[in-house]
């Protein structure tokens, strides 16, 4: 059975930085075929894609609010999906979940991703 699990999440000043982690489990030699994303969601906001990696090509796609201080990657012999957030801002703040998917549409839409982790919490504070 598929997990996902997040981990590295905490609480930092603006300008700090975090790095979190995704483990997979129960993926197996398919892991490397899902194209995989971060996404966070804020109290009283709805779910927002951060940034994907693509299966096979490997291409890193961000959303422009933290394009140029997050850096998304993959180790796909360790099944383990990282996320490099610097230069922290307070409205980064939020439950960031990484999800596993393959199937059409936009990077950003939940639709497209089959399996969630539960998340972990960033919290900036300014």
């Known amino acids: 059975q598929e997990h996902l699990v997040e981990s590295g999440g905490g609480s930092v000043q603006t300008g700090g930085s975090l790095r979190l982690s995704c483990e997979a489990s129960g993926f197996g030699s398919t892991y490397s075929t899902y194209s995989m994303a971060w996404f966070r969601q804020s109290p009283g906001k709805e779910r927002e894609g951060v940034a994907t990696v693509h299966a096979g090509d490997g291409v890193t796609l961000y959303d422009n609010s933290v394009k140029g201080r997050f850096i998304i990657s993959r180790d796909n012999a360790k099944t383990t999906l990282y996320l490099q957030m610097n230069a922290l801002k307070p409205e980064d703040t939020g439950m960031y979940s990484c999800?596993?998917?393959?199937?059409?549409?936009?990077?950003?839409?939940?639709?497209?991703?089959?399996?969630w982790g539960q998340g972990t919490q960033v919290t900036v504070s300014s």
């Open positions: 999800a596993a998917g393959g199937s059409g549409g936009g990077w950003w839409l939940t639709s497209k991703y089959k399996y």
